[in-house]
């Protein structure tokens, strides 16, 4: 007892230690301000990370002292000591705008990763992906664990972007599609130029439509606050079960969705509804 004691105690005085990693590579995906970064970890402490984690940058800022930021991995190895993460720069925030700045070699302060884990729990649900921007970082993190854990698992993944200039990793999907024998995605643009892709509006738009049945599906909803918030409270309206919700906002946290938001998706499920989606909701809300 009294080792076990000790033991967590010194866990703990480590984690809250900064920690160091080097950048090993950046590549500018979009004009539009998105970059993947790739580092090596160069303390002395274990890499360990399931898909859904993130890891605190920190930094202290010239004019705005001490920030800290979390960003979800984009994908690593423990093996290695290595992770990527996806990163938005927004202009107007200071740590996403350093990580813009890094150039290989550069040392960056970190804690973690910590966090949820995506990976699901049940065996058999179709898993849909809704993510808007970086938010297929975690997404692909998945992915790629599940490409060599469970290959025939079923998913669909919908990426809301709003500008053809946002699209970026197509190769990346791709590639991910050969190895997922039961992967398909799509893009959703919510300001297209022209008929590219079919799929055109914000992905709480155009996805509730496209959804058969939701009684065998595990949802996962990341990055703008906005869409977590709306998309989250209308599943939970039609039925589906919290514990098959997975929500992770990147900002705008405190989104509360008007009832008239909510109201909007969920008709859009009904428009469409199936008569097994008519069932799954009246035997779930009964229950
Ligand atoms: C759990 C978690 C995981 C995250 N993972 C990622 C990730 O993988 N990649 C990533 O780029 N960011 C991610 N973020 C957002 C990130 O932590 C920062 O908020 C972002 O990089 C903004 O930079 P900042 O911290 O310097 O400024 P902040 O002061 O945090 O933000 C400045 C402003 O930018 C807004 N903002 C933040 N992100 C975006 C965005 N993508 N689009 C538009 N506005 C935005 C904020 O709401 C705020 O108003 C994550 C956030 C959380 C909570």
């Not at 080792?3 to 090993?24: C, D, E, V």
């Not at 590219?196 to 509006?201: E, N, V, Y």
């Not at 996962?220 to 992770?248: K, Q």
Request: charge should be neutral; hydrophobic fraction near 35%; proline fraction near 6%.
């Amino acid at each position: 007892m009294g080792h076990l004691r000790r033991t967590r105690t010194h866990h703990s005085k480590i984690a809250r230690l900064p920690r160091r990693a080097q950048l090993t590579a950046r590549s500018e995906l979009t004009e539009t301000g998105t970059v993947l970064l790739s580092f090596d970890v160069i303390d002395e402490d274990p890499f360990r990370f399931t898909p859904g984690q993130f890891v605190a940058v920190d930094l202290v800022h010239p004019q705005l002292g001490y920030r800290r930021s979390p960003y979800c991995l984009y994908g690593g190895s423990e093996a290695e000591r290595t992770f990527q993460l996806l990163v938005r720069i927004v202009r107007e925030g200071p740590v996403s705008v350093f990580l813009g700045d890094l150039e290989v070699g550069d040392v960056v302060s970190f804690r973690g990763p910590s966090g949820h884990s995506m990976l699901p729990r049940e065996r058999d649900t179709h898993l849909v992906l809704m993510c808007t921007g970086v938010g297929l970082g975690p997404c692909r993190c998945l992915l790629r664990r599940l490409a060599r854990e469970d290959p025939g698992r079923r998913i669909t993944l919908f990426w809301g972007l709003r500008l053809e200039e946002d699209v970026c990793l197509l190769d990346e999907l791709l590639a991910l599609e050969r190895e997922l024998v039961n992967f398909t995605w799509e893009i959703s643009l919510s300001q297209p130029r022209g008929e590219w892709p079919p799929l055109q509006g914000r992905i709480t738009e155009t996805v509730p439509p496209l959804l058969e049945r939701l009684d065998d599906k595990q949802f996962y909803l990341t990055s703008n606050g906005v869409m977590v918030a709306e998309m989250g409270a209308a599943l939970r309206e039609v039925g589906v079960p919290g514990s098959r919700i997975y929500e992770e906002s990147f900002f705008d946290h405190r989104h509360r969705p008007s009832r008239e938001a909510v109201q909007r998706i969920v008709q859009r499920f009904e428009t469409d509804m199936t008569a097994e989606v008519r069932a799954f909701r009246t035997r779930y809300s009964s229950g």
